[in-house]
């Protein structure tokens, strides 16, 4: 993968240094940080240059949340490493993102928040998680914008986070047994929808209440998968959820679209035949169905992620430079670019 540094990125656009170092910093020009250097990319400067022949309709645009839902009922295929860099990536070119941890093995939540302690540093739970404000919404009580952000924590990485741990699943029955539970995460985010650019769900793998509701609240959705057999498995079906959440929801008012953005494949080992392979055929499939390979930026398998993981950074700013942060920026940025041209046209035809 071709990185510019900031000599060539400037030869590029025809601008000088300094004009590049200024269209960093008040977030124009997407980059990512290695050391004191800036690095991009060709779709890193295309997004730059969409922006600015957009400039004009894409500052006259209120703030109206995007709801983009990270999916594939298929377990450990990167959902959650997926969504909170995303997240990160997307508050970095001048979006304000608010993440929402839907799964109760809370790894989102433990991955961009700080532990909470008490005064002898022990770790508590969060004390309030989204099951707070999904059990209060359940018995019909206000939860306006002053309830939801109690409930907000700021990230380490300059979003936001709705945290959400293992008591999430104490109040599955009361919540499934509700005959309007699908819509109550949807009414919720609504409330909270004015403040932000970007609301990111991070969902389990199941196909249960978390997933319904995150489906019927999303705008967007992406699909994470690996380059193997079960995962390719698992996209299928969670098209196909898609499709039926979808018809289901018709009878709402304002359904929300579900527009698939795209199928990411995370972990692969392209020196592998079993690899390549699984990408064949998740071509195939997305080519069939119309829907969006991210086939130039796949994630390759990398130690380095678990270990982020363990030291609480991000790839991005430990190995700007690798492969893996490499394509989590260009899908970032092709993410973005996708939805701000859908947010064009629905301004032009108002
Ligand atoms: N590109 C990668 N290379 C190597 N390991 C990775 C990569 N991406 C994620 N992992 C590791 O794979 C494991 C699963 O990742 P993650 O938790 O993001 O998946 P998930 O789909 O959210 O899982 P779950 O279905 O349990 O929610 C984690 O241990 C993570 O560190
Ligand atoms: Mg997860």
Redesign the pocket.
């Known amino acids: 993968m071709k990185i510019m540094n900031v000599k060539e990125i400037a030869q590029e656009l025809d601008l000088t240094q300094a004009t590049v170092r200024k269209k960093v910093s008040s977030n124009e020009l997407p980059i990512l940080q290695a050391g004191r250097a800036f690095i991009s990319t060709e779709t890193g400067l295309n997004y730059y240059k969409f922006t600015q022949e957009h400039k004009i309709t894409l500052d006259s645009l209120k703030k109206k949340a995007k709801i983009l839902s990270f999916v ?1 009922h ?9 969504a909170y860099t995303i997240a990160s990536l997307l508050q970095s070119f001048g979006n304000k993102v608010l993440l929402v941890d839907l ?1 109760p ?1 809370g ?1 989102s939540t433990q991955s961009v928040l700080e532990p909470f302690l008490d005064k002898d540093g022990i770790t508590l739970p969060y004390p309030k998680t989204i099951k707070n404000l999904l059990l209060e919404r359940k018995e019909g009580g206000e939860v306006g914008i002053k309830r939801i952000k109690e409930v907000i924590q700021a990230s380490k990485f300059g979003f936001d986070c709705i945290p959400c741990d293992l008591s999430l699943n104490s109040i599955m029955p009361d919540l499934e047994s509700s005959s309007f539970k699908e819509v109550i995460l949807k009414e919720l985010l609504n409330e909270i929808s004015s403040e932000y650019d970007y609301i990111i769900l ?1 969902t ?2 199941t196909l249960g209440f978390s997933v319904v509701s995150a489906l019927t609240a999303s705008d967007y959705v992406a699909i ?1 998968t690996l380059a193997e057999a079960f995962s390719l498995l698992g996209v299928e079906q969670t098209v196909n959820l898609i499709n039926s959440v979808k018809s289901q929801n018709s009878v709402l008012a304002r359904p929300r679209q579900m527009k698939i953005l795209g199928i990411v494949i ?2 692969a080992e392209m020196n592998t035949n079993i690899s390549r392979h699984f990408v064949n055929e998740l071509q195939n499939f997305s080519d069939e169905r119309n829907i969006t390979l991210f086939i130039d930026d796949i ?5 380095k ?2 270990e982020t ?1 363990a030291t609480g950074e991000l790839i991005t700013i430990v190995d700007p430079r690798g492969d ?1 942060a490499i394509s989590y920026f260009n899908i970032a940025l092709l993410m973005d670019m996708e939805i701000k041209k859908d947010r064009i046209k629905e301004k032009l035809s108002n």
């Open positions: 594939n298929k377990g450990g295929c990167s959902k959650t490493t997926t799964d093995q790894n991070d389990p793998p994470v995370s972990k994630i390759p398998k990398t130690t992620i678990p993981q893996a």
